[in-house]
C-alpha cells in the first residue's frame, strides 16, 4: 500500500484530510500528519512515506522549502501541494520542479482522492518495473533458450558490471572459452555483441540508481563500472537519450 504523510497547520483541514478519507480503499495507509515543515522532515524521516500532501504555507517551515531539503537529501517521495489561489504564483515554478500534482483550496469532495489515485498508480508501475528488473537478468534479450555459456555470461556480466576493466576477455577467462567462440554464439543467440550487451546492462543498472536520487552522477558513475564521469554521461545519452542529470531531474518530480 501507498504510505501516506499529511502535513497543513491548519488543524481542521488537516484533521478533515487525515478522518475523512476512506484512505484502505484507495490502496492508501496514513502513517503520521504533521503541523509544519519541520514536523514533516521529521516525519519523513521515521516513516518513510511514499507520498506527502502538504500545504504551501506553514509557520516555522513552508511547505516548498520541505520538499527542496528533502530533494537535497535525495529522497524522491511524490508530494502533493495543496495551495490557496493567492499562493498559485508564488508556488507556480516550484510546482513544476518537485511535486506530482497541486490542488486549489478549497477542493471539492473527491478531487483528493483522484489525485492520490493518480501518484498510486505511477507508483505502482514504478514498484512493478524495479520488480520486473530484479526478476529479469536477461531484461533486454530475445526469448527463447540460451546455451550454457551465453546464461553464463549473462550471469557473470550481473555480478561483475561494476569492474572497469570488465570486457570480453575477463567473460571468456572466466567460462575457460575462447574470446571467438563466446563472442560468436553471444551475437548469435543474443543479436547484442559482448561489449554492448555489458553497456546496455550498465546504462540498465545506472537508470535504476539515478532514479533514486540517493547517488550523485559521479557516484553512478563509479558504481557501474566507469572512471570517466564525460564519458559516461555521453554513453548514457547515447543509450537512453537524456543526461544522467536529466534523467535524474525527471525521476525526482514522478
Not at 509557520?59 to 502533493?80: A, C, F, T, W, Y
Not at 533458450?145 to 570480453?168: F, G, N, P, R, T
Not at 575457460?176 to 559482448?194: A, C, N, Q, R
Not at 553497456?199 to 536520487?213: G, I, N, P
Request: hydrophobic fraction near 40%.
Amino acid at each position: 500500500m501507498l504510505k501516506v504523510l499529511v502535513v497543513d497547520d491548519e488543524m481542521l483541514l488537516r484533521k478533515g484530510i487525515v478522518l475523512e478519507i476512506d484512505w484502505p480503499s484507495i490502496g492508501c495507509m496514513l502513517v503520521a500528519e504533521a503541523a509544519n515543515g519541520i514536523e514533516g522532515i521529521e516525519a519523513t524521516h521515521k516513516y518513510q512515506p511514499d507520498l506527502i500532501i502538504t500545504d504551501i504555507r506553514m509557520p516555522k517551515m513552508d511547505g516548498i522549502e520541505m520538499v527542496k531539503q528533502l530533494r537535497e537529501e535525495g529522497n524522491e517521495v511524490s508530494v502533493i501541494f495543496l495551495t490557496a489561489y493567492s499562493d498559485f504564483s508564488y508556488a507556480q515554478s516550484a510546482i513544476k520542479l518537485y511535486v506530482a500534482d497541486y490542488l486549489l483550496k478549497p477542493f471539492e469532495d473527491g478531487e483528493l482522492e483522484t489525485a492520490v489515485l493518480r501518484v498510486r498508480r505511477r507508483w505502482e508501475e514504478k514498484q512493478k518495473k524495479k520488480m520486473d528488473i530484479d526478476k529479469d537478468p536477461c531484461f533486454m534479450l530475445k526469448k527463447g533458450d540460451k546455451s550454457k555459456y551465453v546464461m553464463e555470461a549473462i550471469e557473470y556480466i550481473s555480478k561483475h558490471y561494476s569492474d572497469e576493466h570488465l570486457c570480453i576477455a575477463t567473460v571468456a577467462d572466466s567460462l575457460g572459452v575462447s574470446e571467438g567462440h563466446l563472442s560468436h554464439i553471444f551475437k548469435k543467440e543474443t543479436d547484442y555483441t559482448i561489449m554492448s550487451y555489458i553497456t546496455q546492462y550498465r546504462m540498465h543498472v545506472a537508470m535504476k540508481l539515478l532514479s533514486d536520487c540517493r547517488y550523485k552522477v559521479y557516484e553512478v558513475t563509479e558504481m557501474v563500472g566507469y572512471h570517466d564521469c564525460t564519458y559516461f554521461s555521453s554513453t548514457f545519452k547515447k543509450v537512453v537519450g537524456v543526461t544522467p542529470s536529466e534523467y535524474q531531474d525527471r525521476s525526482a518530480i514522478r
